[in-house]
């Protein structure tokens, strides 16, 4: 019997096997060019181990402590024998429990994926082995793809052939981000709990591992109770795969978060330095550079000087604004958030709360995990407050921390409503020991010690001293404190008093004739402007061009108030210079930057640059110490120490300033509002800007209470009486006698006298007539005249060559030598009909701005 045929002569069968076998060629075609697609550019596993991620730029103090990092991942690389087993124990339970068995892929895990994605009909569940995570975290995109998922797969088996377990987990917990910037477990340990990853404990290694699948969402500063919930979790899966017991467990589960994160005073305090920094990096080396190469800066600051720097700014700053009374609390959208995180809690922390409680003498309020009530003794600087009346529940309240710890202290607080700078510096070497921007770097970026340019008030007075001191004036030469009128003779005499320039004083009495030590001391201006005008603007101006002032000055006798703009950081690079011997150097704050090797990449070295006389400096700074002293910043005349400085204020308040020094440090503090507005009234540099000084320089010069000025030689010191600035003896009727220094051969040579000290008796603006040899007063008849109209219950003519007089709660006669009239044209006059120099006009004497030399 034959097979029957069809009608071509081949059997079935035979068909059948050829399109089976054109089918099984087609599956395989099929399979190469997915497997070729899934396999394009597939990364070599081997190249791993040579992976250096991607490093930061490191800003270190100059104790070499880190205070900033710069880049896309704040990472410290670790061994897996310095990592601790809890936090891998804790990870393998909660990322990954066949982690051990399987060969980088879970079948299981897969499965229970793909059935719940199918089922949600999502691309969401993950399933990947703590292998996969690792392959995504160095070759792939997050992207919820099949064909990433099955790359990565892949990817993970030639991990698992290529490496070990305990190699994998290792490159795991050094990649793996766990938020606010942290790369890696060593970084991650030391932000949250301030501790090596080798000592984590259980809580904290659970806590750590479960916080990888969404970092930000279960972050314990911003999340806590998220947190707890998921470190709870990972604890019982701990339990469950037996790493634990279920009573360890409940007892873990029990512990406060415990967290430790740095604060803000530690993340930030030298933040205003360290964006200087960044900026700087980022111009000359370039983004990539800076981000990811691993530069490291090594600068100048003290972190500890920084740190007491940043709470002398704030600290002044709140108590300038409680001086101006409370604001009330906040509500509504204007609300900030309230402060949750435990670790903010800390002694002179100000933290937001929320209002839980009114009732008529107290407010309960709740920060940071705390509870705590707030009644008159929490309040006091506020005056008389009606809790009823001024808050409400839900209300946000400013606290200030007084005491932590199981017993907490707080005060009601409030924002501060002006800003603040400081800058210290090594006065020899030009190196930035602190520098604050502001008060607060997260919410102003503005670096006002160095981009802020305000006008420095009488601040600027020491560098005119210190020209005239190299001139051949003295601190013993005699000034007259009177209201004077300065003219450049272009005024037109029907406009005179309006188009005059007159000065006025913080005080409105006036001193008379002084020595310019007084002057100095007590910041009177009508002396400084005529000191200026005597010695010359643009030879002023020259000498602040040489102190790197780079302010465009111009020659007005207004200068010498400080009617110009200027930076703190120039102002008080030029005290240092005082404060040096008169030797500038620059001021800088990066000493040195080296790559990630260790190679220096530039170093900077100072360069002293003499600029005045040590003479010169040496007897401004001892009129400088006069104005803490005696003068306007008496407040810290009790400092241990020798210490030399100036306050500064401009019109309506609108700057404070106080700039000084001691041998070795320097230090200038300004406050005010950048809106330009005024600080407010009586808000002068001694009240505002000398404590923040204080409060940074009493600490920072801890310890060098004997450290004096060396005195140079071409310096003499002499005993003078400091009312006439004469020369002091025993046979001299001086009640108070005092060491005073001088440029040798500018000293003194006449003794103070009788006659010296009876024209410090008369009326102030008698004072800069001279005295005949036998004691009468050589004045004009037009000035006698103008004088007694000015002021006629203090002064009247008694007889034609006397006058009586009513000063000080006594009345006497002064015997009269009429003067010479002032007659014939006025040389220093351009337009007609001015008065001369030394007559009285507008009330106030007159004194021409004299040829700019």
């Given amino acids: 019997m034959t097979d029957k045929k069809s009608k071509t002569g081949k059997t079935p069968n035979r068909r059948a096997i050829k399109i089976a076998l054109f089918l099984m060629m087609c599956g395989a075609v099929a399979g190469i060019a997915a497997g070729v697609y899934l396999t394009r550019d597939m990364p070599q596993v081997d190249s791993l181990q040579f992976t250096v991620p991607r490093l930061t730029t490191k800003v270190y103090g100059r104790d070499g402590r880190l205070i900033q990092e710069y880049g896309a991942e704040k990472r410290v690389l670790v061994p897996y024998t310095q990592i601790s087993p809890k936090f891998f124990d804790a990870l393998i339970a909660v990322e990954d429990s066949s982690f051990y068995q399987h060969h980088g892929v879970s079948v299981r895990g897969v499965l229970r994926a793909v059935f719940k994605d199918l089922i949600e009909r999502r691309k969401g569940q993950g399933g990947s082995t703590i292998t996969q995570q690792l392959a995504r975290q160095y070759f792939l995109t997050p992207e919820k793809l099949w064909v990433r998922k099955i790359r990565e797969m892949i990817l993970a088996i030639n991990i698992e052939k290529r490496y ?39 809580d904290e290694a659970a806590l750590l591992a479960g916080m990888i699948q969404l970092p930000m969402q279960y972050s314990p500063i911003n999340h806590p109770d998220r947190a707890r919930a998921r470190r709870n979790l990972v604890l019982d899966r701990m339990a469950l795969t037996g790493k634990i017991s279920s009573a360890e467990a409940s007892a ?58 940043v709470i002398a700014v704030r600290e002044g700053l ?106 210290a510096l090594n006065p020899h070497t030009g190196e930035v020991l602190a520098l604050v921007g502001g008060y607060d770097f997260a919410s102003s970026m503005y670096n006002r010690v160095i981009q802020a340019k305000r006008q420095t008030g009488s601040a600027v007075k020491p560098i005119i001293y210190a020209r005239a001191f190299a001139d051949g004036v003295t601190l013993a030469d005699n000034v007259v404190d009177e209201p004077t009128a300065f003219l450049t003779g272009r005024e037109k005499a029907a406009q005179l008093c309006s188009e005059a320039y007159i000065p006025r004083d913080f005080d409105p009495d006036y001193f008379g004739r002084i020595t310019y030590q007084t002057a100095l001391e007590h910041s009177v201006n009508i002396c400084a402007v005529h000191l200026l005008n005597q010695i010359g603007m643009n030879r002023v101006i020259d000498f602040a061009k040489r102190l790197h ?18 930076t703190l950081w120039d102002l008080t690079a030029a005290y240092a210079a005082i404060d040096n011997q008169g030797v500038y150097v620059a001021p800088y704050f990066i000493a040195k930057i080296t790559d990630r090797e260790g190679r220096t990449l530039e170093e900077t070295h100072p360069a002293p640059e003499p600029v005045m006389d040590p003479a010169a400096a040496f007897v401004t700074v001892q009129g400088m110490t006069g104005v803490i002293k005696r003068g306007t910043g008496g407040s810290a005349a009790d400092m241990k120490g020798h210490f030399a400085g100036k306050t500064g204020t401009t019109d309506d308040y609108t700057d404070s300033w106080f700039i000084g020094f001691n041998p070795n440090m320097a230090c200038g503090v300004w406050t005010g509002r950048d809106d330009h507005k005024p600080l407010g009234r009586l808000e002068t540099g001694a009240r505002v800007g000398l404590p923040i000084w204080r409060r940074f320089m009493e600490p920072a010069c801890a310890g060098q209470e004997d450290i004096d000025w060396p005195m140079p030689e071409t310096v003499v010191k002499v005993m003078i009486d400091p009312q006439t600035g004469l020369r002091a003896g025993v046979d ?17 040579t006449k003794a103070c006298n009788a006659q010296a000290h009876f024209m ?28 007694c109209a000015q002021f006629p219950t203090t002064i009247k003519r008694e ?22 009239a002032r007659e014939g044209p006025v040389p220093q006059a351009v337009m007609p009909g001015l008065p001369h120099e030394g007559s009285v006009a507008c009330g106030a004497v007159v004194e021409y701005i004299g040829e700019q030399r």
């Avoid at 942290?182 to 990853?197: H, M, Q, V």
């Avoid at 402060?339 to 933290?351: I, L, P, Q």
Wanted: charged share 25%; aromatic share 10%; glycine share 8%.
């Fill in 318 to 423: 709140h108590e300038y604004t409680r001086r101006h009374g409370y604001k009330g609390p906040l509500r509504g959208g204007a609300a900030p958030d309230e402060t949750t995180s435990a670790s903010e809690f800390s002694e002179g922390a100000r933290v937001w709360a929320t209002v839980r409680q009114v009732s008529a003498d107290a407010v309960e309020a709740s920060a940071c995990g705390r509870t705590f009530t707030l009644g008159p003794a929490q309040w006091k600087w506020a005056g008389a407050i009606h809790p009823s009346i001024v808050f409400k529940e839900g209300d946000r309240i400013m606290i200030k921390v007084v005491r932590a710890g199981t017993a907490p202290e707080v005060e009601l607080e409030q924002p501060v409503t002006a800003q603040g700078a400081l800058l």
């Fill in 799 to 820: 007889r034609p060559t006397s006058l009586l007089v009513t000063w000080s709660g006594t009345t006497f006669s002064v015997p009269l030598e009429i003067a010479g």
């Fill in 760 to 787: 410090l008796k008369l009326p102030y603006f008698l004072q800069r007539y001279p005295l005949s040899a036998d004691g009468r007063l050589i004045i004009p008849e037009a000035d006698v005249e103008a004088r």
């Fill in 732 to 748: 001299t009727p001086c009640t108070e006698v005092r060491e005073q220094y001088f440029v040798k051969g500018t000293e003194p």
């Fill in 164 to 202: 070990s377990k305990q190699q994998i987990l290792e490159m795991y917990a050094n990649k793996v981000y766990f938020g606010h910037g942290y790369y890696g477990i060593e970084s991650a340990s030391r932000f949250y709990f301030g501790k090596p990853a080798s000592a984590l404990a259980t």
């Fill in 252 to 309: 873990q589960e029990a512990k406060p978060l415990g967290i430790r994160a740095k604060s803000a005073m530690e993340e930030g305090a030298a933040a205003y330095v360290s964006e200087r920094v960044r900026m700087y990096c980022e111009e000359k080396y370039g983004e990539e550079a800076l981000y990811e190469k691993g530069l490291q800066v090594f600068t100048t600051i003290d972190p500890k000087l920084q740190e007491t720097a």
């Fill in 549 to 566: 002032i780079t302010s465009d000055l111009k020659p007005y006798p207004s200068m010498a108030l400080g009617a110009f703009e200027i």
